[in-house]
């Protein structure tokens, strides 16, 4: 941990081992060369976490497996998508994408999966989960996010809030007893899962893109003088606090990067704020620039299962401000690279906090946020590969 009082969690061990002898863990990963991976999203590669999640993890399963296969709704227009779109109930930004059964299945079958990764509890997961088991390969459901809290927040104004969270949890506890093995990054969600009836849970990390890897890396910060965000313009963001940090802190400059159902209250906010840029939605190379760019990341969330772009941004150097909430300060190997918002703490008392350090406990709280999130995306990798060996195994 950090030697100032920068605020802390409660934390299990961090390192996820799915098997307790260790060399037959090395054997699985070994194995997993002969594998033939499908990864089934309803999320369009690239868009929102779960879509960025699976499209990197993708890229990094590509050397290490036989084959690997994304199923996702078309990342543009597409003339020969054969599935349906709807807008998300409470949110007009994005869509609710229903694949075409026939499509699905005869893809599935033509790539001849070992094990297939069930992204989500929509109809793209139900029916890939359904398709599997037909063709005898093993299958994962990934368990991302407590859609009934999110239905809680977009819901509740509607009055149904509370029927919708008892579909929800009815749903999952259906899906939970269909996998081998359900998957989560929140050690908080283990239990969740293992009380809907999942007969295995695994703990995973989150995988991150090559080039955030790859590229030349920045100098480390030794001040607080530009803040970067990275996400949904979404109620569970806590974008006030962000906005009132930019008030309190006129000398400091706030990027925001992300489109959401907030958006035009954001943008009216920031035209009152000369140190705030809403930038909208941009790409991930644009979203590494702006993270090199800064000198932290902020992530107040009220309701945040991991925390993805604060990830990725310690991997590049930069420390993240987070709250109690993100499920990344679960993760004892990330902590020393974390500031924790205290209970009841404003983000702008907490920024006022960091930017007390001096230089150098500024530039070692980013080298340790370098060096342990660092680590952890080389596990997550091999993780990653021996639950699917494993889940592929029993399957046959």
């Known amino acids: ?31 997993a060369s002969t594998l033939r991976v499908a990864l089934v999203s309803d999320a369009i590669p690239g868009r929102n976490g779960v879509g960025t999640y699976y499209d990197d993890l993708a890229a990094n399963l590509r050397d290490h497996v036989e084959g690997v296969a994304l199923f996702a709704p078309p990342q543009a227009p597409d003339p020969d998508y054969a ?16 694949p075409s059964p026939a499509r699905l299945h005869d893809d599935l079958r033509r790539f001849r999966p070992d094990v297939v990764v069930a992204a989500t509890p929509w109809l793209y997961g139900v029916l890939s989960i359904f398709m599997a088991r037909r063709i005898g390969a093993g299958v994962c459901i990934g368990y991302h996010t407590q859609i009934d809290r999110l239905l809680e927040m977009y819901w509740e104004r509607f009055g149904m809030g509370s029927a919708a969270q008892r579909v929800v ?14 998957l989560v990054h929140n050690e908080r969600l283990i239990e969740a899962a293992r009380t809907g009836g999942a007969r295995r849970v695994s703990l995973v990390g989150t995988p991150v893109p090559r080039a955030f890897l790859d590229a030349p890396l920045p100098e480390l910060p030794t001040t607080i003088e530009t803040i970067v965000f990275v996400g949904r313009l979404a109620p569970e963001k806590e974008l006030g606090q962000i906005l009132e940090a930019a008030e309190r802190h006129a000398d400091v400059d706030f990027v925001l990067a992300g489109d959401g159902p907030l958006r035009s209250e954001v943008d009216a906010r920031s035209r009152e704020l000369a140190n705030v840029d809403v930038l909208g939605w941009v790409d991930r190379d644009e979203v590494r620039r702006r993270i090199d760019g800064a000198d932290a990341i902020v992530l107040p969330s009220r309701y945040e299962t991991f925390g993805s772009a604060a990830f990725e941004a310690m991997i590049r150097g930069r420390p993240a401000i987070v709250s109690r909430n993100c499920g990344l300060t679960r993760w004892s190997t990330l902590q020393p690279g974390i500031v924790v918002m205290k209970e009841d703490e404003r983000l702008a008392d907490t920024l006022e906090r960091v930017r007390a350090l001096g230089p150098a406990k500024v530039e070692a709280l980013a080298r340790r946020a370098r060096e342990g999130s660092r680590a952890l995306s080389d596990r997550t990798v091999e993780h990653w590969l021996a639950v699917l060996t494993r889940t592929a195994d029993q399957a046959r």
């Open 83 to 98: 599935g349906l779109e709807v807008p998300m109930p409470g949110d007009p930004t994005q869509k609710l994408y229903l």
């Open 1 to 31: 941990m950090t030697d100032v009082p920068l605020g802390s969690v409660e934390v299990d061990p961090a390192i996820p081992v799915p098997i307790a002898d260790a060399d037959a863990e090395r054997a699985l990963v070994e194995r």
């Open 169 to 182: 949890a009815m749903w999952d506890r259906l899906l939970f007893r269909f996998g081998d093995v359900v």
